[in-house]
């Protein structure tokens, strides 16, 4: 997945080569989202699938945040903690930090300093990248070690390798200072077992900030999982030639240590992928040479509290969520499918995180069952994948929210897709939106793999109809018999018009010939879209199976995008009202604007981009504030929304950056404080150059570079837009950085 993050980040450069700045787009988050009598906190912060949680000072105020690494997607949510226990979200923080992913990200304060490093699943699940946080008045981190190896006596060294779904414990495991790494694997002729790896950096050094990694117990607790069922079995640690269930194990295991009951040593929770409770290993023996007693284990913990249970694959996350000094526990499903995060979730619930306050100590938790949904319970989730679009079902002059999803796979069955519908209850300059109901029009009941809902008023009657798009590529016609005040959805038409786009039809309604008639742009799953003209008239809707303009623009985004073209059709970004755009969100995440069209028939080429920390992005554009400027909503794969506001003119493709190769700086945006890192191989002697929009040489020097950050100190700059260009022989890196 790392690759894909990078092949992303050169996309983008390479491709699209345009603004970080998106059009003056920026995350909005002062709509209100009611559920119930609950005003959500974040209603627009994203959703959550599969989110690990570590504690972080993002803003540096001494304060921990939670840092929230989204697998489903590699993203990044960030929870900032006011002092006293409540938290609001961040939706631009991601960009100080590395671009970090694959099956983990945890935070854990490597070198003793008091500041939270990060530990990630290396590049293919080998190795492990650690990087030390060198934050002073930013937030600053920098490469400590690379696919991180282990050491082993008399033997070669290796790759820590986490499996897929597994979650390794990083803990002072043995008491020493230093971190220690445990996690199930497989040495030789054994079986997958638990390896315990010690940080040799106290005993070589006599301080905790070194990475010294060795095999200390290649069978910690002298247990393994089952194979056929749930639970673990005791085993003998034979490391001889395994004959029965060496390859085999789980689909994933979630690994945390902590003394669950006040006598020093280091017990586990863990998950199993077969299994939606966490499980207590309680050990008896030794932190290093430790046994485990299954007989004490608590197969549904806590049992003593309301046992956690969230599907599948529970993993548990020990942090002080409330700042009183104890550590609470953080629960979330771990589990990707085999078929990756693109196409399954494994999470039915949108309330995915329960968090429990200790009501005990560190070393003798009580875990109490706080809250579900503590995170995602504040947000709009509709599961996984969402598809939001503005439209006023009851009449009141007033832009109404409905979202879709993906009818996706669980462990142990299936969810029909389905339309949330949200109804705004607040006034035309202040959008208010309650949660009025789960399942509009009855969708559930035609079992889709995903709902992507269209609505026009296609025969004149003064309410409107919908539209509904699936994921095999078809869409089904619901009339509406109601009247304009109260709907009344009826499915007239299943295989709309037999239009049939393969896979994944994404419809979106604009009169794209200016006829007066609500024309259908298709988007489908290889990242095309197609026209559809409507030949018929305001009372009566005709539209041919085949459409008017096939890969309208001859664009196909799936090889560079990943495809599924969700396309968003306007003429509200100049200030004139006049010009036609194409937005186009994709699957990789960048939503592509293309345009100013001057004709339908000609090719297209991408003008700009909107980068937002999601992927599988739906984006959709209303004019929410009677302002006659169109706000952005864009869904994604975590079944959340995001909000945008346009709060500065920053024409589209202005100013133009084509740039030969991928290059970030950061913090961006910042008030002044400059720093960024390039390739190894990027050593020799280099130029740095930052001009302004005009064009205006404000920086010049020469650089030797090196392997380190380079930083510099540009806080005498205006505020502004900057051009940063860093140049070597015939090769350009440039990046885009705004001083505020």
């Known amino acids: 997945m790392k690759q894909l993050l990078t092949l992303g980040l050169l996309i983008l450069a390479v491709l699209s080569g345009r603004s970080q700045f998106n059009l003056g787009f920026d995350h909005y988050s ?11 906190r974040f209603p627009w912060a994203g959703g959550l699938n599969n989110p690990q949680f570590s504690s972080l000072d993002v803003d540096l105020d001494g304060a921990k945040d939670i840092y929230a690494y989204e697998r489903d997607g590699e993203v990044t949510r960030l929870f900032i903690n006011d002092g006293f226990g409540a938290f609001d979200v961040d939706m631009n923080g991601y960009k100080k930090l590395p671009p970090v992913g694959g099956n983990f990200v945890l935070m854990r304060d490597y070198d003793g300093d008091g500041k939270q490093d990060i530990f990630a699943s290396g590049y293919n699940n080998y190795g492990i990248d650690i990087y030390r946080n060198v934050s002073d008045t930013s937030l600053l981190f920098e490469m400590a070690s690379e696919r991180t190896k282990y050491a082993r006596q008399g033997a070669s060294s290796l790759y820590f390798y986490i499996p897929g779904n597994d979650l390794p414990s990083i803990d002072d495991i043995d008491g020493d200072g230093d971190l220690d790494i445990l996690f199930q694997g497989q040495l030789e002729f054994t079986p997958y077992v638990l390896l315990y790896i010690e940080n040799r950096s106290q005993e070589l050094f006599n301080h905790s900030d070194s990475l010294k990694f060795k095999l200390a117990n290649p069978c910690w607790g002298k247990v393994r999982e089952y194979i056929s069922q749930t639970g673990w079995t005791f085993y003998d640690c034979d490391t001889g030639y395994v004959t029965t ?32 409770h966490l499980i ?41 969520v409330d700042l009183d000094g104890v550590n609470d526990m953080l629960v979330a499903p771990n589990q990707l499918t085999a078929f990756a995060s693109f196409y399954l979730d494994t999470s039915i619930s949108s309330l995915v995180d329960w968090y429990y306050h200790n009501a005990g100590t560190n070393t003798n938790p009580q875990f109490e069952l706080s809250k579900e949904g503590f995170f995602s319970g504040e947000m709009i989730d509709v599961g996984a994948r969402s598809f939001p679009v503005t439209v006023d079902l009851n009449g009141d002059g007033l832009l109404d929210l409905v979202v879709g999803n993906e009818g996706y796979t669980i462990y142990g069955g299936t969810a029909a ?28 009941q035609l079992e889709l793999g995903f709902a992507h809902p269209a609505f026009a008023d296609l025969d004149d009657d003064g309410d409107f109809d919908l539209l509904v798009g699936d994921d095999q590529g078809r869409m089904h016609y619901y009339k509406n018999k109601g009247v304009s005040s109260i709907y009344d959805f009826h499915l007239n038409e299943p295989m709309f018009a037999n239009i049939d786009v393969d896979l994944s039809a994404h419809p979106y309604f604009f009169d794209l010939n200016q006829d007066d008639l609500e024309d259908l742009i298709i988007g489908d799953y290889y990242g095309q879209f197609h026209y ?27 090889h560079a995008y990943g495809g599924e073209a969700t396309p968003y059709v306007t003429r509200k970004l100049d200030s004139l009202g006049a010009s036609l755009y194409i937005m186009i969100g994709s699957a990789k995440g960048p939503i592509l604007v293309y345009g100013p069209i001057t004709s339908i028939y000609d090719d297209l080429e991408v003008s700009d981009s909107i980068n937002v920390d999601a992927t599988f992005t739906a984006p959709f554009g209303a004019d929410l504030y009677g302002d006659f400027r169109h706000e952005l909503l864009i869904g994604q794969r975590t079944g959340g929304v995001m909000a945008m506001r346009r709060t500065a ?49 404000v920086w010049n020097e020469s650089l030797q570079v090196g392997d380190g950050i380079i930083s510099r100190d540009l806080h005498h700059l205006s505020d502004g837009v900057y051009l940063i260009t860093v140049r070597q022989a015939d090769e350009v890196r440039q990046a885009r950085w705004v001083k505020q």
């Open 649 to 697: 003119e920053i024409g589209v493709g202005t100013p133009s950056l084509r740039s030969s190769l991928p290059f970030e700086v950061y913090p961006n945006p910042s008030n002044g404080e400059l720093s960024f890192s390039l390739p190894k191989k990027f050593d020799r002697h280099a130029t740095l150059n930052i001009t302004d929009v005009s064009g205006t040489l």
């Open 30 to 40: 002062d709509m209100k989202v009611v559920h119930e009598s609950d005003t959500l």
């Open 280 to 320: 207590s290993l309680i050990n008896i023996g030794e932190n290093v040479d430790a046994v485990i007693d299954l007989t004490a284990s608590d197969t549904t913990f806590p049992s003593y509290n309301t046992p956690a249970q969230v599907p599948t694959l529970p993993a548990a996350f020990i942090e002080d």
């Open 245 to 276: 269930g060496r390859g085999e194990r789980h689909g994933g295991t979630t690994l945390t240590t902590l003394d669950l009951n006040g006598d020093g040593l280091k017990d586990v929770i863990t998950g199993d992928s077969y299994n939606e």
């Open 532 to 558: 559809y003209e409507n030949a018929g008239t305001g009372t009566e809707h005709d539209f041919s199976q085949n459409p008017t303009i096939e890969k309208m623009g001859d664009v196909q985004t799936f």
């Open 417 to 444: 897709a389905s339309l949330t519908y949200y109804k705004n209850v607040g006034t035309a300059e202040e959008p208010v939106f309650q949660l009025e109901q789960k399942d509009l029009a009855g969708i559930t």
